[in-house]
């Protein structure tokens, strides 16, 4: 019978392999030995995820994938800021940028790149955000995740799938999670000094019996 260590263990060789893979990819893209691969982090709370390991390192795969395709257009220089986070192929696109032709840029460019389940194009036009509204949006993030983290009665939730990200003190909400899971995380985010906003972006399952 194989134990869950070994079962990790093997889940985790599969994982690095894949990551080998897609740095490798990166590259050759580039030309060269020097490769930011700081996105691609994916560490043993992979094998807590509800989504398989492949999953996990596709997505992280995808969201590389929209940041250079956004990169590569020339629309997107100047002020343009944006972030990318990606769940079980649904993307997640915040950030701000100088028209509402971008916001239909971006969703064109995306839209089109494998993978792409489905796609949630959160940009706003707006100036870029500065270091002050970029640490409070830091600090919200880390106090949602400890609310989050308080949540102990309800059966195998665990707080560290639910991925958080804050842009201009809006919070947005990714994940795998069930109704009364999604309910109480959204109760517990509302509740933070701070939020604005909480935007939710979560893929339900069936409750457990």
């Not at 093997?10 to 060269?32: E, P």
């Not at 972030?83 to 993307?91: A, D, H, K, L, Q």
């Not at 995306?110 to 409070?136: C, D, M, P, W, Y």
Request: some cysteine; overall charge neutral.
């Amino acid at each position: 019978m194989m134990t869950f260590d070994s079962f990790a263990t093997s889940r985790l060789h599969v994982l690095w392999s894949r990551i080998g893979a897609i740095i490798m990819i990166f590259l050759t893209l580039s030309g060269c030995a020097v490769v930011a691969v700081s996105a691609v982090v994916v560490t043993a709370s992979a094998v807590h995820d509800r989504r398989s390991v492949e999953t996990v390192v596709d997505d992280q795969r995808l969201s590389l994938a929209v940041r250079q395709t956004l990169n590569r257009s020339n629309q997107f220089t100047g002020e343009a800021s944006f972030e990318v986070s990606t769940y079980n192929g649904w993307v997640l696109l915040v950030g701000e940028v100088e028209s509402a032709e971008m916001i239909d840029q971006a969703t064109e460019l995306i839209s089109g790149l494998a993978g792409v389940e489905r796609l949630f194009n959160e940009l706003v036009v707006a100036s870029k955000s500065r270091f002050g509204q970029t640490a409070r949006d830091g600090l919200v993030t880390l106090q949602v995740k400890a609310a989050i983290a308080d949540i102990k009665d309800l059966p195998q939730f665990d707080a560290s799938r639910v991925k958080v990200t804050t842009r201009r003190q809006v919070v947005y909400l990714q994940g795998l999670v069930n109704e009364r899971e999604s309910a109480r995380v959204v109760d517990q985010a509302r509740r933070v000094s701070g939020v604005k906003k909480v935007v939710v972006v979560f893929e339900l399952m069936a409750e457990p019996r």
